[in-house]
């Protein structure tokens, strides 16, 4: 298969990388003189292009991986070169724009959810997108035989493809992405502010904090377009969590400790049902591992589990006051690989129970 990339970073040389490994495919790739020389030293490229003409002259498939911003003139000077029986798409976080100022069969708007903190073509790997929803946006007019090849080709990278409507995607991106970045931003702002005002140093900061703010102030020249080509969801989700702090901040003034508790249990269980519904596809046991606190007890654990079979939904560490010990809490899916995953953790001598 002829694969084409205008744009080799993180996403771009990925798809490359595995597109190559996986299926023996030829890659070209359009980008600066840096970034292709990076990405075929890396092998994500075997032929890199001085221009989108020359790159996707002869492709099959052809992927448009730059920043939101640049999105929409790359993929028509990829339409305006491909050949007619190339299927074009973009890996773009915000598809309502694109999809609707783009009216050829040829092109499916895309976007896989799949990424690091690191960008550039040096992090790209071959395994990245292994178990990732990648959201297709097709349209009435998108070829049906395209866009069944794109869908096999993606699953062939290890991607689950998902069709979805451009609006009900940018409105789930701005609630699960972009506004956990506008939150992480707003919490490190108030913490820095709030510790200026007293003069006080930045103090060694606990897991919870560490765990909201992870994202804050990520790449801005990738960001800021994110941001402003989906602000009109974004503004609703901030709107929406604005109300549900004003009624959380009620509920504290009048010292409601039932509605607290009402408030905070109801957390856990909405985190419980979207692990569920869009993890594990089923229903989830959380078993809570006590051990040690010394070098490798984590992934010893974590390979343990590994070698047999067994898939952690989601890992969260509690280490105690004195560092001496902690806890390891994993969700894990289904009642058998529960039962499996306390044998083998109880083989390895830590206790284990379930939550």
């Known amino acids: 298969m002829r694969i084409a990339l205008v744009g080799v970073g993180l996403i771009g040389g ?10 023996g495919a030829s890659v070209a790739g359009c980008d600066s003189l840096h970034a292709l020389d990076a990405a075929a030293k890396l092998g994500a490229i075997d032929r ?9 002259r002869d492709a099959e498939a052809a992927f448009v991986a730059v920043p939101v911003g640049a999105i929409h003139s790359a993929v028509g000077a990829v339409l305006a070169a491909a050949p007619e ?15 609707a100022a783009l009216d050829d069969p040829r092109f499916v708007g895309g976007h896989p959810l799949a990424g690091a903190e690191t960008a550039g073509v040096q992090h790209a790997r071959a ?3 292994e178990g990732a929803t990648w959201y297709l946006t097709p349209t009435p007019t998108t070829s049906g035989i395209l866009y069944e090849r794109l869908h096999r080709f993606l699953h062939s990278l290890g991607a689950r493809p998902v069709a979805i409507e ?3 995607h940018d409105a789930i991106l701005a609630t699960v992405s972009h506004l956990p970045h506008v939150l992480a931003n707003v919490l490190v702002a108030q913490a820095a502010s709030t510790l200026a005002a007293g003069g006080e140093r930045l103090p060694a900061t606990g897991p919870s904090f560490r765990d909201a703010t992870r994202v804050a102030g990520a790449n801005s020249g990738i960001w800021t377009d994110i941001y402003l080509s989906n602000r009109d969801a974004l503004a609703a989700g901030i709107d929406d969590t604005i109300e549900r702090l004003r009624a959380v901040r009620d509920t504290l003034q009048v010292a409601d400790a039932r509605a607290v508790t009402d408030w905070n249990d109801g957390a856990a269980a909405d985190r419980r049902g979207l692990l569920e519904a869009q ?3 089923g229903p989830l046991f959380e078993l809570r591992a006590s051990v040690p606190n010394r070098p490798g007890v984590v992934a010893q654990l974590a390979l343990e589990l590994g070698r047999a079979g ?15 010990e902690g806890v390891i809490a994993m969700w894990i899916a289904g009642e058998e690989q529960a039962r499996r995953t306390e044998e083998l ?3 390895l001598g830590f206790p284990v129970a379930r939550a």
């Open 279 to 281: 993890l594990a596809g």
């Open 345 to 347: 953790v109880d083989r």
């Open 14 to 23: 990925s798809i490359g990388l595995a597109a190559r490994e996986r299926l």
């Open 310 to 324: 067994v898939n952690i939904t989601d890992m969260a560490l509690y280490p105690a006051p004195d560092m001496s």
């Open 166 to 168: 451009p609006e009900v």
């Open 127 to 129: 395994d990245l997108f």
């Open 85 to 99: 029986g190339c299927v074009v798409s973009d890996v773009g976080s915000t598809k309502r724009s694109i999809v």
């Open 48 to 56: 890199p292009c001085a221009d989108i003409g020359e790159a996707v």
